[in-house]
């Protein structure tokens, strides 16, 4: 069975540091991983993903990623945080048209 | 940029009552998905929908829902009759293999 794990409810980073957003997951077969990003009372905006090629993925707004797959994991990076990039990050793993699982989600909050 | 749209908004209903939630998805996807998130909890997978039928669904998917595009643009979820644990945000996706795109959500309130 498909499972993804953020470990970490909360993150709280001062801005202009780097950030980390933690993410593995379990699935059978070639993973196809996402992370978005819901700001309040919005959607789930997509952020990067990864299918396959370069383990290391960029996205937007500065965000990126890196596939390690003996570590089973996706963690979503950034180098520099700003205070805008407080929100609730998800973390997704699927197959080709099947159905996403996703983790419990991430509060980030970047402090000025 | 193309998006996915879904009204309304915010729906207030008391418990017991049919409530339909509403979705244009992205003009030519042909894959569409419904996901709610229970406040705090995380996004769940309710059901997809191809080539106009059900291709899967989950457990909290139960004969209470049902999802149908009528027109061939609006993508319709339906609660017969809604209980107070049905209360959440709602998410319609389109799908653009492998990507999804989500609308804003529909947050439904039953009381």
């Known amino acids: 069975a498909q499972s993804v794990a953020q470990p970490e409810d909360q993150v709280n980073v001062a801005e202009g540091n780097p950030l980390t957003v933690k993410c593995t997951y379990s699935?059978?077969?070639?993973?196809?991983l996402f992370w978005y990003v819901q700001y309040p009372n919005r959607g789930l905006q997509f952020l990067l993903k990864y299918i396959t090629g370069d383990n290391l993925v960029k996205g937007s707004y500065g965000f990126e990623a890196e596939f390690n797959k003996s570590q089973t994991s996706f963690h979503l990076k950034k180098p520099s945080a700003l205070v805008s990039d407080s929100a609730l990050y998800f973390c997704a793993v699927g197959s080709t048209l099947g159905r996403l699982y996703f983790g419990r989600g991430t509060q980030l909050t970047v402090w000025p | 940029e193309p998006e996915v749209t879904q009204t309304p908004s915010h729906q207030v209903t008391q418990m017991g009552q049919e409530v339909i939630l509403r979705c244009v998805p992205i003009s030519n996807h042909l894959y569409f998905y419904w996901y709610r998130q229970i406040l705090g909890q995380k996004v769940e997978f309710l059901v997809s929908?191809?080539?106009?039928?059900?291709?899967?669904k989950s457990e909290i998917f139960d004969d209470q829902f049902s999802v149908e595009r009528p027109d061939g643009s609006n993508f319709t979820l339906k609660i017969r009759s809604t209980k107070l644990e049905d209360s959440a945000m709602y998410f319609c996706a389109s799908i653009r293999d492998p990507e999804a795109f989500f609308g804003q959500g529909t947050r439904l309130t039953v009381v």
């Open positions: 929908f191809y080539n106009n039928e059900i291709s899967e």
């Open positions: 699935v059978s077969g070639n993973p196809y």
